[in-house]
């Protein structure tokens, strides 16, 4: 059961100009949304999150847009620069009685000079 | 602060074997959840312990167990392993017991199980 689905594993963009990663949710309990960046032989580092009561989340060069009701989520990177290319892991969490948090596949950005 | 440690970072195991893993959350964190990182799979969620009680679990079999100390120091025991728990387990902690609050990772233990 796929609560979370990023469908896109990779996908490759220019240096300087916009990533768009996307990410679709099925649980409308979820109600706190966060992106994790993760580099090989490493564990994964939190990079933004947004609550569902908000539909944008920006952090420098990082913005989380929500849209609930698409139940859509997507994570902008304006410039992308070469160290951008990590694993983005989107993730949902729901209140069960402490948070359970559920990931995505997670999608690579290949970022060219 | 230091960050979450596990040990051992790589294992090599045989099938039927078990093996337990082990996640030091970073100082004055509370909650530790385990994950399973597989190609293509993701994070998979094994189970979340706070203050020693196993508050949430994932969909997995009875084989995968953990625990917590009363130092917040998490172990994972997999039973009679399978070519199929070789992964990727991932440890994370976080400060509050309730709340959707940022988890901090470790770095992994890379299982390889023959």
């Known amino acids: 059961d796929q609560q979370v689905k990023q469908n896109s594993p990779s996908l490759s963009v220019q240096e300087g100009r916009i990533s768009i990663l996307n990410c679709d949710y099925t649980?409308?309990?979820?109600?706190?949304f966060l992106w994790y960046k993760k580099y090989p032989a490493e564990g994964p580092t939190f990079l933004i999150s947004i609550s569902s009561i908000k539909d944008k989340n920006e952090d420098g060069r990082f913005t989380v847009f929500l849209n609930k009701s698409a139940k859509h989520l997507s994570l902008h990177i304006v410039p992308s620069q070469p160290g951008d290319s990590a694993v983005y892991f989107c993730?949902?969490?729901?209140?069960?009685?402490?948070?359970?948090?559920?990931f995505g596949a997670g999608t690579r950005p290949f970022v060219k000079a | 602060k230091a960050g979450v440690t596990q040990t051992p970072r790589y294992l090599i195991k045989t099938r039927g074997q078990q093996v337990t893993l082990s996640c030091s959350p970073i100082s004055g964190h509370r909650s530790v959840s385990w994950y399973q990182q597989t190609p293509g799979q993701g994070l998979q969620f094994l189970f979340e312990y706070f203050s020693e009680t196993q508050r949430n679990k994932g969909n997995f079999p009875g084989r995968f167990s953990g625990r917590q100390f009363s130092n917040s120091r998490s172990e994972m025991n997999v039973s009679t392993l399978e070519l199929g728990d070789s992964a990727l387990y991932l440890c994370a902690s976080k400060l509050a017991g309730v709340g959707a609050d940022t988890q901090y990772f470790g770095p992994g233990t890379r299982l390889t199980v023959l």
């Open positions: 649980n409308s309990m979820f109600d706190y």
């Open positions: 993730a949902a969490s729901v209140n069960t009685g402490g948070f359970k948090t559920i």
